[in-house]
């Protein structure tokens, strides 16, 4: 099931009996690549959108009875799916109609799926909708993303929700609401092609840790804020903004200037021990949005986000080296050679266990 990060616009319909409303979900996959953020895919990518229910307010338990899922309002261009309903209670009453004139109210629907249970009581064939704010998924679909770069929408708008009050005892009561909104998918030219460290790896050194970012085309030095370095926290919560604190700067590495270096000061800025995302959310017109996560663990020559006494042996067998580059993990010290020092200090961090990433963060 995926990251509940994108709901959609509530419209409330005609209320009887309970003052309650159900809100619909389009909920898209992360991308396939790594260091696209949420709802940024590369084109002709292959996106399942997960489709939730949930009551706005809480209220008591309902009985789901027919759903009609219209996407008359989604953008042309996106290649979309057949629908596939998820709860076993479906299976035992549901039709699926894609007649363009089959939506309700009168709406010329592009697509109209619907499950209908109001057929007369049949326990097998209802959903409950939970009172308690929780929701429900009601089924996915795949959707390929347009060749060329821009922004669109998958709009559900006009989308019917039906159900009885199981808390009244009376499986004949409907009561219809409107509910739906749209949501954005973006069809990006991915600029970021490499890092180093790469994805979910460890910086491994106690201050002056360097991250190296390789995109697909010439970039230029971004400015004050425009990428961002911001600790990873619990449910998808982030911490400020650190990036004042690094020195930006381009590199040629021989395919011309597409090489940002970030670098930490001396004084340490990032938390040893701490999960951190650099990532560009649009301010930086040199290159789409990307991000990518890093966890601080000083010592980890062996890149298992560990610091135990085989990282040890690892950067011994290094001892002496001289001019080594931004990406030689046995220096630990970070002055461009291995020496005994480096193993000195890793030493004062044995033994120091990586921990899991944030919870919140699967696609962001």
């Known amino acids: 099931m995926f990251s509940r990060v994108l709901a959609l616009t509530l419209v409330l319909g005609m209320a009887s009996v309970a003052q309650a409303g159900a809100v619909l979900e389009a909920v898209p996959s992360p991308s396939s690549n790594p260091y696209n953020p949420c709802g940024y895919y590369d084109a002709g990518e292959v996106v399942t959108v997960e489709f939730f229910l949930n009551q706005v307010p809480p209220d008591v338990d ?50 109209t799926y619907e499950v209908d249970t109001d057929l007369g009581p049949n326990p097998a064939a209802q959903l409950t909708l939970p009172g308690n704010g929780s929701a429900v998924s009601i089924g996915t679909m795949d959707v390929t993303m347009p060749v060329a770069v821009g922004d669109y929408a998958l709009d559900t708008t006009g989308s019917e929700i039906s159900f009885g009050f199981e808390a009244l005892g009376d499986p004949t009561a409907v009561t219809y609401w409107a509910t739906g909104g749209a949501t954005m998918l973006h069809v990006v030219d991915q600029t970021m092609v490499a890092a180093a460290p790469d994805m979910d790896k460890s910086l491994w050194r106690p201050n002056t840790n360097v991250m190296l970012l390789e995109f697909g085309s010439d970039i230029t030095v971004p400015g004050a804020g425009e990428v961002e370095v911001v600790q990873l926290l619990a449910n998808g919560g982030f911490g400020a903004d650190l990036s004042a604190s690094f020195t930006f700067t381009v590199e040629d590495q021989g395919a011309g200037p597409r090489v940002l270096k970030i670098k930490e000061p001396a004084t340490a800025v990032l938390t040893n021990g701490a999960w951190y995302s650099v990532r560009n959310t649009g301010a930086w017109a040199s290159a789409e949005p990307f991000k990518i996560h890093y966890f601080v663990q000083a010592g980890d020559a062996s890149n298992d986000r560990n610091t135990l006494f085989n990282d040890l042996s690892f950067i011994n067998a290094s001892v002496p080296s001289f001019g080594v580059g931004d990406a030689a993990r046995e220096d630990i010290s970070g002055d461009g050679n291995i020496l005994f020092n480096d193993l000195s200090v890793a030493n004062g961090f044995v033994p120091t266990f990586g921990t899991p990433k944030p919870t919140g963060h699967e696609c962001e």
């Open 62 to 111: 309902q009985e789901l009875r027919m759903i009609h899922i219209v996407l008359d309002g989604t953008d042309a261009a996106l290649g979309l799916g057949s629908f596939a309903w998820g709860p076993t209670e479906f299976a035992a009453a549901h039709y699926i109609d894609a007649d363009p004139g089959a939506g309700p109210a009168g709406v010329a629907a592009v697509y």
